[in-house]
């Protein structure tokens, strides 16, 4: 808060300042808007209010419109009623005008030429609230006119109830028509979607030869695990005759192929015969060896006759032999010599052989029907998810087909209705007295005069702002501290010693009351200056100053007063003041005081020591000197900021406790930003209410830029 009262107290100030300018300005328009509310006349007051919606949900969604808005498909978030745009309409200019020609209808000729005008200015449509939430707001709207004529109030009444009720009906209207165009556009793209359904799910069933997916897959499944678990069994059977016809073929000596043979040739007779006499030789053959040598007659014709059989029992089997493509050359009697015992192992081992190859067989044929069955089994799940989408996509194209039908009726039935869908809550009627009169409001001057006295009082502000805009003054020390946001180090108020002084330059007037015998007398002028000393002197305790160069932007702003008076109370304070006279081009200094005619520092530049020949001390004041313009003058104006200058101004800093540069005007001459580089800062004088801003302004902006060292400001000529 008071942040903001500091930003504006320079507003607050000018008000102050020009509070009669604003009194008189602000008098004026509360007059004026007195004289004018004298002259109005009485107004009369028309108003009525529409329910837009049912108030239950019920209701709402039995609505036509409900069933548009939400294109077939009713849902209560997309039922809500867009107020702000139904309420632009019922102020457009299409309905206003509706509404006044139905007016005009009604009223002569003289009043009808000012309907258009009052519905632009006194006709206003608003949605109820109850509350400061928008949970508050209702879904009445109220409709409000006034005017100066009750037959004119009265008329706009009527005839806007009615236009807003023909509105309603008529939106009702366009909106079941626009329902009913809507499903007659989606009934075509709903029924062919319904057979491009029906027509891929035949497909379906077609192709893959099923009627429900469900019941094929389980179908599969189970004749899979039909399969797998005969296969299972097979595999255990065949592993048993395996190794039951392994441990045959060790016993027997055979294999499966030379155990057939075995057994045929055992089972031939021509065979069985030869082999019997082929045993019966070999019996004589072991009985005439031990009686005979092995060399003798009868054993080698026995021999011979066993040779010739068993040539003979080759030749007989041979046949057999190829036939099982078992070589001839293999040992005849190894498929032979059997008795009853080997004839039946010979036998078991056939049969195991066979049932292993009809086992094989089998294994093999449930394998393939098991693949046969994987494929379409694995195909099943992706055919049966497509089908599923299929079927849940024609239920549910053939439920909004439905849906769409049956609504499509009852938007027909709807559009056959001619109920009005807004309610009026009130009459549509002129306010009215307890006689059943038109109640006639007096007209608010109050209110008038209120608005006139603060547009006066605005006005006035805006005014007074700019006038004092337009002079480009400082009017207070606090406006130059506002301003420039510089450390404001003195005010120093018109001298009350002297009520006039004779000369007509306000930078050397000060000069004239230096002899005054006045001593005695200590003036709030006089006090000030104790007052800037003190703000340097605290201010810049860390830095002490040792020089500094006092300018100003105008010749009335005092500023060789400042300078003198500031080096008259240092040198009051026990320092060593010099008082440097540095406007060269307009010395004056030298002829106000009873000092010789010392010769100028201008022949003696290169020389410091000369200067403090030229330095006179002042009469009746201790420890103040002065160096005037007329000893700083020299032929070249640029010897103030030549390099022996600086020398000089340095050695007198050293010399004197303070030097004080009495500058020229800030802005006129190059030298004062010289001299101000070359110590401690500048001090700027601002007279109040004689300085020009926007001069202030150019001049800080220069400093600035020259990154020159400012000091602070002092407020002069203060009232």
């Not at 450390?487 to 108020?493: D, E, N």
Request: overall charge neutral.
């Amino acid at each position: 808060m008071q942040e903001i009262l500091l930003a504006f107290s320079p507003c607050l100030r000018t008000f102050r300042r020009q509070a009669f300018l604003i009194i008189s300005f602000a008098s004026t328009t509360t007059i004026i808007a007195l004289l004018l509310s004298l002259k109005d006349s009485n107004t009369y007051v028309s108003s009525f209010r529409l329910l837009l919606e049912p108030v239950n949900y019920t209701a709402r969604l039995s609505q036509a419109s409900a069933l548009t808005r939400t294109e077939g498909l009713p849902d209560e978030d997309l039922l809500n009623l867009d107020y702000p745009t139904q309420l632009e309409i019922l102020k457009s200019s299409l309905i206003m005008s509706k509404i006044s020609q139905e007016v005009k209808t009604k009223l002569p000729k003289s009043k009808a030429s000012s309907i258009d005008r009052g519905l632009q200015e006194n006709f206003m449509v608003e949605r109820i609230t109850i509350g400061p939430s928008r949970y508050d707001w209702t879904k009445i709207f109220e409709v409000t006119y006034q005017d100066t004529d009750p037959e004119i109030v009265q008329a706009v009444a009527k005839a806007t109830a009615n236009q807003y009720l023909q509105y309603s009906l008529e939106e009702r209207q366009n909106s079941i028509n626009s329902g009913v165009k809507f499903i007659d556009e989606q009934l075509p793209k709903l029924e062919k979607r319904v057979v491009h359904l029906q027509s891929r799910q035949q497909e379906l069933q077609q192709n893959y030869n099923l009627i429900d997916p469900s019941e094929r897959g389980q179908e599969l499944f189970s004749q899979l695990d039909e399969i797998s678990q005969q296969k299972s069994a097979n595999e255990s059977e065949l592993l048993e005759l395996k190794t039951l016809a392994y441990t045959l073929q060790g016993q027997l000596n055979l294999t499966p192929k030379q155990a057939v043979v075995a057994l045929a040739l055992n089972q031939n007779p021509n065979h069985r015969e030869i082999l019997r006499q082929l045993q019966v030789t070999e019996g004589k053959i072991a009985a005439e060896s031990a009686r005979f040598n092995p060399g003798s007659p009868h054993v080698l014709t026995l021999k011979e006759d066993k040779e010739n059989m068993l040539a003979l029992l080759k030749q007989k089997a041979k046949p057999i032999l190829e036939q099982h493509k078992i070589s001839v050359d293999d040992n005849i009697l190894a498929f032979s010599y059997q008795n009853e015992s080997l004839i039946k192992l010979t036998q078991q081992l056939i049969d195991t052989h066979n049932q292993i190859k009809v086992l094989q067989v089998r294994g093999h044929s449930l394998q393939t029907s098991k693949k046969a069955l994987n494929k379409p089994a694995q195909e099943l799940p992706a055919i049966a998810r497509q089908y599923k989408k299929l079927e849940q996509d024609l239920a549910l194209t053939t439920q909004i087909l439905n849906q769409l039908l049956t609504q499509r009726e009852t938007l027909k039935v709807e559009a056959a209705q001619k109920d009005v869908p807004w309610k009026l809550l009130s009459k549509a009627d002129i306010t009215r007295d307890e006689n059943n009169l038109p109640l006639a409001f007096s007209p608010n001057r109050p209110k008038k005069i209120l608005a006139g006295l603060i547009l006066g009082i605005s006005g006035g502000m805006g005014i007074a702002i700019l006038l004092e805009k337009r002079r480009d003054i400082f009017y207070t020390a606090e406006d130059i501290q506002d301003l420039l946001l510089l450390p404001l180090l003195g005010k120093i108020p018109v001298d009350d010693r002297f009520k006039t002084v004779d000369r007509p330059d306000s930078n050397f007037s000060a000069l004239a009351f230096m002899n005054a015998n006045n001593k005695t007398r200590e003036s709030l002028f006089l006090k000030s200056f104790e007052s800037l000393y003190a703000e340097l002197t605290f201010l810049y305790a860390d830095n002490p100053i040792s020089s500094l160069v006092v300018s100003s932007v105008e010749p009335k702003d005092g500023q060789s007063t400042v300078a003198l008076q500031l080096a008259k109370t240092a040198a009051a304070e026990g320092k060593k003041v010099l008082f440097v006279d540095a406007n060269v081009d307009q010395p004056q200094t030298y002829t106000q005081f009873d000092l010789p005619p010392y010769r100028k520092l201008g022949r003696g530049l290169k020389n410091s020591s000369v200067v403090q020949e030229v330095i006179c001390r002042v009469p009746g004041i201790d420890n103040l000197y002065i160096l005037t313009a007329n000893a700083l003058r020299s032929e070249c104006s640029t010897k103030l900021w030549s390099m022996e200058m600086q020398h000089i101004m340095g050695d007198l800093s050293t010399n004197y406790d303070l030097v004080i540069y009495d500058a020229p005007h800030f802005l006129n001459s190059p030298d004062v930003s010289f001299m101000a580089a070359q110590t401690d800062g500048i001090l700027m004088v601002i007279g109040v209410e004689k300085t020009s801003q926007s001069l202030v302004r150019e001049a800080m902006d220069q400093i600035n830029s020259f990154r020159l060292t400012n000091l602070g400001v002092v407020a002069n000529h203060l009232s």
